[in-house]
T-cell receptor, first 115, second 110 residues
Framework: DVKVTQSSRYLVKRTGEKVFLECVQD?????MFWYRQDPGLGLRLIYF???????EKGDIPEGYSVSREKKERFSLILESASTNQTSMYLC??????????????FGPGTRLTVL | QKEVEQNSGPLSVPEGAIASLNCTYS??????FFWYRQYSGKSPELIMF????GDKEDGRFTAQLNKASQYVSLLIRDSQPSDSATYLC??????????FGKGNQVVVIP
């Protein structure tokens, strides 16, 4: 079974703090993703990575950065947290085949509240 | 931006009935499609994927794909209370991305 873990289930931070969200997968997947999920807006892609040290912006990268120094680990960084970044953050991973039939496997999510 | 639309509101079905969910997508180049189930407070989990026109069955679930009309549907037969969840439709497009719909909530009434 694919396992994707996230460092925290719940996190409360203050405006202006630097926030690190960690994601680890144990299936040697090439691709990893960070999404946020908000009521009425659905899942929105923030960043993804297709290889170590490689990253690509998603649909809403503003205010976020990412780091992938090892294949199994993908970090999302909020440089200066703001209240509008209060959300559920979901990490996902996927094997890197070209066919497109491989699914993304999601971690349990981190509910971040910025006060 | 690739769009996936799930327009219908919450769906209430009696236990044992068929639940039918629909999804349309904008990118004609999309080749594969996924249905995820998400329980409240949990992360999405894959139910099934489909990439060929027609039907694909897996247990009580049937996915249907019509590329000419650009829609995907999911049927849940013999609905159970444990099927009560939000169902997300997603389409795969270039660079390993998935475009997700906003989801449809299903409530199965015992």
């Amino acid at each position: 079974d694919v396992k994707v873990t996230q460092s925290s289930r719940y996190l409360v931070k203050r405006t202006g703090e630097k926030v690190f969200l960690e994601c680890v997968q144990d299936m040697d997947h090439e691709n990893m993703f960070w999404y946020r999920q908000d009521p009425g807006l659905g899942l929105r892609l923030i960043y993804f990575s297709y290889d170590v040290k490689m990253k690509e912006k998603g649909d809403i990268p503003e205010g976020y950065s990412v780091s992938r120094e090892k294949k199994e680990r993908f970090s999302l960084i909020l440089e200066s947290a703001s209240t509008n970044q209060t959300s559920m953050y979901l990490c996902a991973s996927r094997v890197g085949s070209a066919g497109g039939t491989d699914t993304q496997y999601f971690g349990p999510g981190t509910r971040l509240t910025v006060l | 931006q690739k769009e996936v639309e799930q327009n219908s509101g919450p769906l209430s079905v009696p236990e044992g009935a068929i639940a039918s969910l629909n999804c349309t997508y904008s990118d004609r180049g999309s080749q594969s499609f996924f249905w995820y189930r998400q329980y409240s407070g949990k992360s999405p989990e894959l139910i099934m994927f489909i990439y060929s026109n027609g039907d694909k069955e897996d247990g009580r679930f049937t996915a249907q794909l019509n590329k000419a009309s650009q829609y995907v549907s999911l049927l849940i037969r013999d609905s159970q209370p444990s099927d009560s969840a939000t169902y997300l439709c997603a389409s795969h497009y270039g660079n390993n991305r998935l475009a997700f719909g906003k989801g449809n909530q299903v409530v199965v009434i015992p």
